[in-house]
């Protein structure tokens, strides 16, 4: 019998990205499509008290064959909950979030939805999967059908294989995949870590008062070269290499614990 497997997003349940991923992990396992009703971008893992919880069962019709799907009132990490406990009738064996319109680099992944669904996969202890497509801002949270998804998608089966076929070591809760936009079937992958510095760079909103409706804006930090070259953001952007990160839900400071107590317990009043 194939494997379950969860596929949510965060750019909601008609995504292309999405139906590009579900096509493909049909080749490993069984997919359940359980995702945001609507676009719920930069949601992270968060549970938002005013989210209806409504679930509906609709049918999708994706490359001359319809899928029963269930969109969900709520984040993406709530239509992880959702899905494992209500939809599937066993916990997946995968959890797979993506594919993402827009990058997801260093210090800013815990603002991505796509991370955060799989976040909360790995914290009810679900081999998780979180992949991501390079593209142009205007892209971020769009439905373009200009965005080309089938090299991302080959990565989320090849690696989505992986997670369902052998146990990753300890530490390693979940993995995040940054795929470039030019990037190919053949295009080389590399083990990175999370940058230290802010890709995405906030911006004021645009307004003349307090009182009028605005929103944050952001952009790509200019300087590129200023990142580590073993970081996801180098390695996506200037080498040009599928970015595979492996994330941990232990957020500890890797300071020494007692060299620490020391500083605090000397300098405290």
Known sequence: MKPDILLTND??????????????????GFVHVVAPREQ???MGRSLPIHSDGIITEQTV???ERDWQVFSVGGSPAQAVIHGVLEILKRKPALVVS???????FGTGVTISGTVGAAMEAAGQGIPALAVSLETEKHHHVSYSEEVDFSASAEFTVRFARLLLNHELPEDVDLLKVEVPSDATTDSPWEM????????????????????????????VTADLNSFSLDSDVYVTRVARKVA???LSLDMTSRVSLSKLDEVIRARLP
Do not use: C, F, K, Q
Not at 20 to 27: N, S, T, V
Not at 193 to 198: A, G, P, W
């Open 98 to 104: 993506g594919i993402n319109y827009g990058e997801n």
């Open 40 to 42: 719920s971008s930069g």
């Open 61 to 63: 019709r994706v490359n």
């Open 192 to 219: 990175t870590r999370l940058s230290m510095i802010r890709y995405y760079e906030s911006l004021p909103p645009v307004r003349s008062n307090w009182s009028e409706p605005a929103r944050l804006d952001y952009h």
């Open 11 to 28: 750019d909601g349940i008609l995504s292309p990205g999405l139906w590009a991923a579900a096509a493909r992990l049909e080749e490993v």
């Open 244 to 246: 595979v990160t492996a």
